[in-house]
């Protein structure tokens, strides 16, 4: 049996995607030891290094998982990706960035945003996707120029769907998303905003770099039944938990991001946006 940090260092898989990948497609079900730690045997492990390599491979984690769990004798690992399925291609942003092809990534946009399920292109390809591209300008595979090229397509191409999605009548829960002073990083809070308006919710969308003073103002004003932030990076901290500070005492506050957990008096979403969003939505709308 296995600890989470041996079987993280035995399948190459980091200690979060792990429990993601447990938690939401079911792939393992690890036991518990007598002090309550999660332990891994060498059937877990042996398909979290399938799926890790399906994944590598191109496959959208979804598809991974059904395929691991379908065939528990290992011989897909390093099969292709599944033919005709946009999802599955993670490194499209990484190749229009290194190309500054523009063409090519609007036509890529266009496909994976003709999916069924909005929640699904926002967490099994679109954070996968921006994952890959930072690490390649990380690597100097992209450039900087070329890392801003494609974020500021993808957030055209997100504002777009926000905006052409139908507006939800005027009795539906209302909810605030922004960012809080000094952050910047809109993609994952404005892919979270899109799925909550489109299972109905009313979105106020209020961007990025929101001062304290307009996040009091505004809850204020609208009495919104929740508000959402994130908290993508170290140096987001001290704005953001000024912000929850401010108005949590006013209303629900929920954080999404890297370090959600690190902030005291708000409910941490999880790291999908997409299933965060789509979860809020129903909880708000059965209320």
Not at 128 to 153: C, I, K, M, N, Y
Not at 244 to 267: M, P
Request: net charge negative; proline share 6%.
């Amino acid at each position: 049996m296995y600890t989470v940090g041996r079987t993280s260092q035995l399948t190459g898989v980091p200690r979060e995607t792990l429990r993601k990948w447990e938690q939401r497609y079911g792939v393992v079900e690890p036991v518990r030891s007598e002090g309550n730690y999660r332990l891994y045997d060498d059937e877990a492990v042996r398909r979290l290094a399938v799926m890790r390599d399906l994944v590598d491979s191109g496959w959208a984690p979804r598809e991974a998982a059904r395929r691991v769990l379908e065939d528990r004798s290992g011989a897909i690992a390093g099969a292709a990706p599944p033919p005709g399925s946009p999802l599955s291609h993670l490194d499209e942003l990484v190749t229009c960035g290194q190309g500054f092809d523009l063409v090519r990534l609007e036509s890529t946009l266009d496909k994976v945003f003709a999916q069924a399920d909005l929640a699904d292109v926002v967490d099994e390809w679109l954070m996968p996707s921006l994952v890959r591209l930072g690490e390649a300008w990380q690597r100097g595979d992209v450039t900087v120029a070329g890392e801003h090229f494609v974020s500021a397509a993808v957030l055209r191409r997100l504002s777009q769907a926000f905006h052409q999605l139908p507006h939800p009548d005027g009795e539906s829960p209302r909810v605030l998303v922004g960012l809080a002073r000094g952050s910047r990083h809109e993609l994952g809070v404005m892919g979270f905003a899109m799925v909550l308006r489109s299972r109905g919710v009313q979105v106020t969308y209020l961007g990025a770099d929101l001062p304290v003073e307009a996040w009091v103002e505004t809850v204020r004003e609208l009495g919104p039944d929740a508000v959402v932030l994130a908290v993508p990076t170290v140096e987001d901290l001290p704005a953001v938990r000024e912000a929850v500070e401010a108005i949590c005492t006013s209303t629900t506050v929920l954080l999404g991001g890297a370090h959600q957990g690190r902030i005291e008096g708000a409910e941490a979403l999880g790291h999908q946006p997409g299933a965060a969003a789509a979860s809020l939505a129903d909880r708000l709308t059965a209320g």
